[in-house]
């Protein structure tokens, strides 16, 4: 970003009611990972009680996809027009209601159906939920609180898969204990987060999109047509692409890497478990470090740094083949350069460069291409795997490489927006 980076206060100066708001509202990120880092795992265990085949994998992996590009959708709409508070409420319950589906499922017909809940209510949720992070964080903290939303996407990653590493060997069971957690993590976010109040960024939005100027028109736009328009529609397309392509990196470790390990590198799912877990440490440092440099000035050299190493990252298993060490690499490389440059990044971004009233419409929208980009490719994934992984991975590299370019020579040239 060209403007508004200034030397960042301490944040032990931080309220502690915005550190509440950060956490409750961030437990969407944690959410979101949990649940992919579930649904690939659990889908493994089961595989055989329930007689998966590896396409039906790839059909519900491409739903929970699909579906949460579709809540990101009508989620981001429906928080600018009504309100963060209400739209988030709303979608822990139904996320609750689809993780209990999961975790119970008798059948193959409720583990589409609880998929498809599960999907459609962390889409929806997320884009309110770091809006509403955003608008509440003190001057000076905004981009911090939203990288915590990244620890917490972090954080979640790493209990998955301790859990993971555990119930590993339990077959079906340890799905339905993997589902469980989810549920219990969600009920207890329900009920915490019915103690926020709303937005009082998007209060004051909304009260003035009420007023009109000398010219007659609201004082505070939430029109489709102006997102689209000549101001926005750069940037709006730049993220767009900026996540997209860089999320078949991030998408293809989650939903295929305990997929990855035990097709080709021939280990079980509590060794994969084990693996993930140990390097997941320096991704869950990196994810702390972006935190305390995303205020400051020097915020795109390490983005700079970031996509270089994640970039290297996706070459490793095309260069050595695919093995535990390489997949440990291609992990760690990715987990640690995405933290500076990657989905962190638009996060921060997507509050920066849109005004409330279409602040989540625009990030749901962003969040629908990238997840229905997914969406896509995970229906090819598991044939990539069991036919040679070579064209996964030069994918991915070039992939990272053009995110890398395009927020470095682009994005981060775009003017942010004041708050009002």
């Not at 579930?38 to 055989?48: E, F, I, M, W």
């Not at 508070?85 to 996320?95: E, I, Q, S, Y």
């Not at 599960?118 to 509440?136: H, Q």
């Not at 937005?199 to 939430?222: H, I, V």
Request: one cysteine or more; aromatic letters at 10%.
């Amino acid at each position: 970003m060209k403007d508004g980076i200034i030397e960042s206060p301490r944040l032990r100066d931080l309220p502690r009611t915005a550190w509440r708001v950060a956490l409750l509202a961030g437990m969407a990120s944690y959410l979101d990972a949990g649940a992919i880092i579930t649904s690939g795992g659990a889908l493994v265990l089961y595989k055989d009680t329930f007689g998966l085949t590896l396409g039906q994998i790839g059909q519900l992996s491409a739903l929970l996809t699909a579906l949460f590009a579709i809540g990101a959708l009508v989620g981001g709409r429906l928080g600018d027009r009504y309100g963060r508070r209400k739209v988030f409420t709303v979608t822990m319950a139904g996320l609750a209601a689809g993780a209990a589906m999961l975790a119970f499922a008798p059948d193959i017909i409720m583990l589409y159906a609880g998929t498809a809940v599960v999907g459609f209510c962390i889409g929806a949720d997320l884009p309110v939920s770091m809006a509403m992070i955003a608008e509440e964080a003190p001057p000076g903290f905004k981009g911090r609180l939203i990288a915590f939303s990244h620890v917490l996407w972090m954080a979640a990653i790493g209990t998955t898969f301790i859990v993971q590493m555990i119930v590993g060997d339990m077959g079906v069971m340890g799905g339905r204990i993997m589902w469980t957690h989810i549920l219990l993590v969600t009920l207890l976010v329900l009920v915490l987060r019915s103690t926020l109040p709303e937005s009082q960024e998007w209060t004051r939005a909304y009260a003035r999109r009420q007023q009109t100027g000398a010219d007659g028109r609201a004082l505070e736009s939430s029109s489709l047509r102006e997102l689209f328009g000549r101001r926005y529609i750069g940037p709006f397309i730049g993220l767009a692409l900026f996540y997209g392509v860089f999320n078949l990196a991030a998408n293809t470790g989650g939903q295929f890497g305990t997929l990855l390990y035990t097709e080709l590198a021939h280990t079980s799912v509590s060794t994969a478990a084990m693996v993930n877990t140990a390097q997941l440490v320096i991704s869950f440092a990196s994810a702390l470090l972006f935190m305390r440099t995303v205020d400051l000035p020097s915020r795109m050299n390490w983005f700079l740094i970031g996509g270089v190493l994640a970039v290297a990252g996706q070459a490793v298993p095309v260069v050595f083949g695919v093995n535990v060490i390489s997949l440990a690499a291609w992990q760690i490389m990715q987990g640690v350069g995405g933290a500076f440059a990657g989905e962190s990044m638009w996060k921060v971004w997507s509050q920066e460069l849109f005004p409330t009233l279409l602040r989540t419409t625009a990030q749901g929208a962003t969040t629908f291409f990238t997840r229905m980009l997914a969406a896509v490719s995970a229906l090819g994934t598991p044939y990539l795997i069991q036919s040679g992984p070579e064209t996964l991975f030069v994918t991915l590299t070039l992939a990272v490489a053009f995110t890398t370019a395009l927020g470095w020579l682009y994005i981060r040239r775009v003017p942010a927006v004041a708050a009002h």
